[in-house]
């Protein structure tokens, strides 16, 4: 599986923007997904996670109720919408996917996007 994330930029704080990670390869559908992100000098993040099925969704404390995680098996992509964004969200966001559950203390994810930069402007 090749993962391919975009939709990073700079954004105001207060400010929406939606990223994409579009997969590559078979059995999409059989990957749990996930987001993480980098701030400069900080360790990696777990954002969010979605179930293979998509109807499970887990978030963060520090994004929950500002950002949401979809997925579209048909179109082999997940999505993640961030909104009300604060200049504590920049930060280089990763797209994930694994056959076993993705979580905060995940310490072997099977395939990772390149990265996209966010940034938020205060």
């Known amino acids: 599986v090749q993962l391919q994330a975009s939709g990073g930029g700079l954004v105001q704080a207060g400010g929406s923007l939606r990223l994409s990670c579009a997969a590559s390869g078979r059995s999409f559908s059989s990957y749990e997904m996930g987001w993480f992100r980098r701030a400069p000098g900080k360790e990696r993040e777990w954002v969010a996670t979605i179930s293979s099925t998509g109807l499970s969704t887990y978030y963060a404390d520090s994004v929950k109720g500002r950002f949401t995680i979809s997925r579209d098996n048909a179109e082999n992509t997940v999505y993640l919408q961030m909104g009300v964004l604060k200049a504590d969200d920049t930060a280089v966001y990763y797209c994930?996917?694994?056959?076993?559950?993705?979580?905060?203390?995940?310490?072997?994810?099977?395939?990772w996007g390149q990265g996209t930069q966010v940034t938020v402007s205060s």
């Open positions: 994930a996917a694994d056959r076993d559950p993705i979580s905060p203390y995940s310490d072997s994810i099977e395939y």
